[in-house]
């Protein structure tokens, strides 16, 4: 067992965890924050994805052990009072069908958005297509969800 | 995934120091690879000794011809670094290619050499480049250091600290990846020098990466693409799956390096 803290959506948690225990069944199963899922559990498709420090990670494929210390947001944490402009932006464009993927989408979405505005690059359809690499959507063909976060860009 | 017991090391001297007095321990470092391998329950190490915030071994610092990273360092922190970009962007693009960006997020360049997945990325830039890989025992060159499919020169408990590239004058990176996985169907680093040009494969050898030394004569008297257009490497020894046969990725090596020649800058 590991004793961890961390920070998730702003307020402090902790407790004492298997030093098995991935981040993800931290925030799931600890925590009971279920808008993170599990879709493969293979680090592929991308629906487990938080923010860890700022970054995009796969909550599937880091210990909680590890984010010890972090700051960690998942979609449970990203609506201030209002949805997000990202989330807003799905719910616009119609980016989601089934909706298992979108939180993983949404969270990688304002990932993506965040570091291009950072290092001024531009977020083109091209370059949303290639960032979503790593989310995988099997309902919507990802038009709406490029539409969506080509939106958002805008509004960010 | 398998019981294991958790220690985070601050150093490279702590890390070694706790692998040494585990049963049977792992380090663990961006766990791209390795927490994936655990849950499938192909490896069970009694001990992850995690050194992914062991700041001594991360960062990037680019001097004169050489560029030096630490082991630590992930692959979003070299594909995003303006110096480095400036100076040797092949490697940048390389880095910026692994994966996806959450997983480069997590992911290290010293967790990949160490793994030496026979279709990873970084293995052909050290290859290509005759990088020198620094431990916290030795340096070990390039050539020295792959041993064959996630084989490596590394001793039991010896930790990498960094990675020091020289720069070339130019070179490219060609990867033609395997579309779901990410890593290199094949995939072929060109590196040209003042005195010398390297060509490195990945993906394509049941051997892990290699140099194909063949290409590398031709190409040291005429650096153009059209000096490879008569050559081929043999199909035998290469890797065969569903994704290509061997004689599939044979022709890759050749049509990638010709690619990379013309791509190199």
């Not at chain 2, 190490?45 to 071994?57: F, H, K, M, T």
């Amino acid at each position: 067992m590991s004793e961890i803290k961390m920070t998730v959506n702003g307020k402090p948690v902790g407790g004492d965890v298997a030093d098995n225990m991935l981040l993800v069944e931290f925030i799931r199963e600890t925590l009971r924050l279920t808008g993170t899922h599990v879709g493969c559990d293979t680090s592929q498709c991308g629906a487990c994805v938080v923010h860890v420090d700022g970054k995009a990670v796969k909550s599937c494929t880091m210990l909680a052990a590890a984010a010890d210390g972090a700051e960690v947001t998942t979609i449970e944490g990203v609506a201030n009072g209002d949805l997000h402009p990202m989330q807003k932006a799905f719910n616009d464009n119609h980016g989601l069908q089934c909706g298992f993927c979108t939180p993983g989408m949404i969270m990688s979405g304002i990932d993506m958005v965040n570091r291009y505005k950072a290092e001024g690059k531009t977020l083109d359809e091209a370059a949303i297509r290639h960032e979503l690499e790593g989310n995988i959507c099997r309902c919507t063909g990802y038009h709406n969800i490029v539409k969506s976060i080509s939106q958002a860009a805008g509004e960010m | 995934m398998h019981s294991t017991n958790y220690h985070a090391a601050t150093t490279a001297a702590e890390a070694a120091s706790l692998l040494s007095s585990a049963e049977d321990g792992a380090l663990l470092a961006g766990g791209q690879t390795l927490l994936p391998t655990m849950k499938a329950r192909l490896a069970a190490p009694s001990d992850l000794i995690d050194i992914s915030r062991a700041e001594e071994l991360r960062g990037i610092s680019v001097t004169d011809g050489t560029a030096i990273i630490g082991a630590m360092t992930t692959h979003a922190e070299v594909a995003g670094h303006a110096e480095l970009r400036s100076a040797f962007p092949a490697l940048c693009d390389l880095a910026g290619r692994i994966g996806d960006p959450a997983v480069r997020h997590r992911g290290t360049i010293g967790g990949s050499l160490a793994n030496n997945d026979p279709a990873a990325c970084y293995p052909a830039a050290v290859l290509g480049t005759g990088a020198t890989i620094s431990t916290n025992k030795r340096d070990i060159a390039a050539d020295d250091y792959f041993e064959g499919m996630f084989a490596t020169a590394l001793d039991a408990g010896e930790v990498i600290t960094s990675i020091t590239f020289p720069i070339p004058d130019a070179a490219n990176y060609q990867k033609f990846a395997q579309p779901a996985s990410r890593f290199a169907l094949v995939g072929v680093f060109v590196a040209k020098s003042a005195d010398r040009v390297r060509v490195a494969v990945t993906g394509a050898s049941e051997e892990g990466v290699f140099r194909w030394t063949n290409a590398e004569t031709s190409l040291s008297s005429d650096f153009t693409a059209d000096a490879i257009g008569g050559l081929s490497v043999s199909s035998q020894g290469m890797i065969s799956d569903l994704h290509g046969d061997g004689s599939y990725r044979a022709n890759l090596v050749q049509v990638l390096t010709a690619r990379a020649v013309a791509a190199a800058s």
